[in-house]
């Protein structure tokens, strides 16, 4: 869903801090609405989901997130200082999986969103963010950008 190119070794070329190259989540929800809208309520069942990134010697690493659809974006906040945060500074690319609830059902079914994962580093938008969610401090944020 990037337009960028790929630079040496085929690794993507692109966003850095701050600057959002990719797809936002309100492009996904213009192209596909019906499908945007039932990942958004799937998100939404739940507060707390499962976070899948890169580690430094490229194994998995699966940790809890709290996700917010909120602006047209998918927001990621993380504790300052959290392993997932070098993980994605290092290499941006992630998967999130939905809270699947309890029981064995999966009602509702099976939901994952991936792609990378760009730091927020405006104070604007940190503020906006901070005022309306009130996440503990410190704390960082990124959001999906393809």
């Given at each position: 869903?990037?337009?960028?190119?790929?630079?040496?070794?085929?690794?993507?070329?692109?966003?850095?801090?701050g600057?959002?190259?990719?797809?936002?989540w309100?492009?996904?929800?213009e192209?596909?609405?019906?499908?945007?809208?039932?990942v958004?309520?799937?998100?939404?069942?739940?507060?707390?989901?499962?976070?899948?990134?890169?580690?430094?010697?490229?194994?998995?690493r699966?940790?809890?997130?709290?996700?917010?659809?909120?602006?047209?974006e998918?927001?990621?906040?993380?504790?300052?200082?959290?392993?997932?945060?070098?993980?994605?500074?290092?290499?941006?690319?992630?998967?999130?999986?939905?809270?699947?609830?309890?029981?064995?059902?999966m009602?509702?079914?099976?939901?994952?969103?991936?792609?990378?994962?760009?730091?927020?580093?405006?104070?604007?938008?940190v503020?906006?963010?901070?005022?309306?969610?009130?996440?503990?401090?410190?704390?960082?944020?990124?959001?999906?950008?393809?």
């Open positions: 869903m990037t337009h960028e190119g790929r630079g040496r070794g085929g690794r993507s070329r692109g966003a850095v801090a600057e959002a190259a990719g797809v936002s309100a492009v996904v929800e192209a596909e609405p019906a499908l945007a809208g039932l958004r309520e799937r998100f939404g069942r739940f507060k707390h989901h499962v976070l899948a990134t890169l580690r430094k010697d490229g194994a998995p699966l940790t809890g997130l709290e996700a917010d659809f909120r602006h047209g998918l927001w990621l906040g993380m504790m300052t200082g959290a392993r997932k945060v070098r993980d994605l500074r290092r290499d941006p690319r992630f998967s999130l999986h939905a809270n699947p609830g309890p029981g064995t059902d009602e509702g079914g099976d939901v994952r969103v991936s792609g990378r994962a760009v730091e927020v580093t405006d104070p604007a938008q503020a906006r963010y901070t005022a309306e969610v009130r996440p503990p401090e410190p704390f960082h944020l990124s959001l999906l950008v393809d």
